[in-house]
């Protein structure tokens, strides 16, 4: 079995190796490719990659190449991880929507829009030359915004489902205070990417009891404390948002914040460098501890399971993933993605039914869909009024004026990654 990584050479990728070893009994896998254009830093990061192999005695071969065709060729599942721009324009995304009152993130608002249109024509690029190499290939997108991405590949037909780690984070959390395995939990997780929450947490699997109330009243507090959210919010809500939600239930407050504070693209950069002279020593034979800081927590097992499933060597039946909405939303047109619970297998992932949403859940969905639409517009066709009428549409803008103004500075920050500007 082989699977290609593309953006071999990120520094989460030892993460995703650590899974690969210590899960080989579900994901056979003999030969990992990673793909990247940085030779430097790629051959880092597979130096370490090969000795965490060793290491956990996981017979594999890891091959590196800055040649995609030749990297995804033959390939049985590719799985995206891709920053176009880099650090660099990530700390643009999150520093220049300030300059018009509005959060500056890389994955959502205004710089998500920016990362969205730098990435779209590239993934699509990449998965092109996939089908001609490797038509049968699954593509596993963990590239941000996961949503908008997957979209964008199976709008193009591809054999694409979006992953993210958000999930199993709060998956394992609340095992962690129900004092269960993870596997124990079944999250009725549902939304968009980064727009979710789990309406039910249930013993057993999707008909187990919900013992979502009984977290929420012994371990409001703690779970409150990881969302950046007052108590109270989860209380009244019955709910648990993801930690993206603070973003639109507490924008002003985290505009304030961000206003006052070296941005997360500059902590992450100086981690990277860190991370990268730490991959370097080749008496590291272990994913370091600073890892965990640098986001990404649990890709590897969620991916792994992913991959396994639709490979049809194993993996959970259930898991949470981006994938056509096909009626489960039924205020939703079909070809929106949502992320939601889904079965998954070889022929791909089929979301279950949900129960019908709170207008409060079901109308912020809505408009972000709307969103998304014009944003895949906007990536493929490119223009200034597309640009425009995306940012009016999102919530977290929302404003002419700050449109206005955000348009220029996308523009102005994104020229060379867009070849329509």
Not at 92 to 115: H, R
Not at 209 to 215: A, K, M, Q, R
């Amino acid at each position: 079995m082989k699977l290609a990584v593309v953006g071999g050479g990120s520094t989460y990728t030892p993460e995703l190796i650590d899974g690969f070893a210590r899960l080989r009994d579900t994901l056979p896998v003999t030969e990992l490719t990673l793909v990247d254009p940085a030779a430097e830093r790629l051959e880092l990061v597979a130096g370490l990659a090969r000795r965490i192999f060793a290491r956990q005695g996981h017979p594999g071969r890891i091959v590196t190449t800055g040649d995609l065709d030749a990297g995804v060729e033959g390939a049985d599942a590719v799985l995206l991880q891709l920053r176009v721009g880099g650090q660099a324009a990530r700390n643009e995304d999150e520093t220049w929507p300030l300059e018009c009152g509005c959060v500056g993130q890389e994955t959502t608002g205004a710089g998500g829009l920016a990362k969205a249109l730098r990435t779209v024509p590239v993934v699509l690029d990449i998965a092109e030359r996939v089908r001609r190499t490797s038509p049968n290939a699954w593509i596993i997108d963990f590239t941000n915004p996961v949503g908008i991405v997957t979209r964008a590949l199976l709008h193009a037909g591809h054999r694409a489902v979006g992953l993210c780690n958000v999930a199993i984070g709060l998956q394992r959390k609340f095992a962690e205070l129900w004092e269960v395995a993870p596997a124990d939990l079944h999250l009725d997780h549902v939304g968009l990417n980064h727009l979710t929450w789990e309406t039910a947490v249930r013993l057993g699997g999707p008909e187990g009891e919900d013992v979502l109330p009984g977290l929420l009243a012994g371990h409001g507090d703690t779970i409150a404390a990881d969302l950046r959210l007052p108590r109270p919010v989860l209380d009244r809500l019955g709910v648990v948002p993801s930690y993206y939600l603070r973003y639109y239930y507490a924008h002003d407050e985290v505009v304030r914040e961000l206003g006052t504070k070296p941005s997360r693209a500059a902590e992450v950069a100086a981690m990277e460098r860190e991370l990268l002279e730490m991959y370097g020593d080749p008496a590291l034979d272990e994913k370091p501890a600073l890892l965990a800081r640098r986001g990404g927590a649990f890709y590897s097992e969620a991916a792994v399971d992913l991959a396994a499933a639709l490979l049809g060597g194993g993996g959970s039946p259930y898991q949470v993933v981006n994938a056509y909405n096909n009626g489960t939303l039924p205020f939703l047109p079909d070809d929106a993605v949502i992320e939601t619970q889904a079965a998954v297998g070889p022929k791909g992932a089929q979301p279950l039914p949900v129960a019908p949403l709170d207008p409060l859940y079901a109308g912020l969905i809505a408009q972000v869909t709307a969103y998304e639409d014009l944003a895949l517009e906007a990536a493929l066709r490119g223009g200034r009024d597309r640009v425009f009428k995306a940012l009016l549409a999102h919530p977290l803008v929302g404003q002419y004026e700050y449109a206005e103004g955000l348009t220029d500075r996308l523009i102005a920050h994104n020229r060379e990654h867009l070849a329509w500007a």
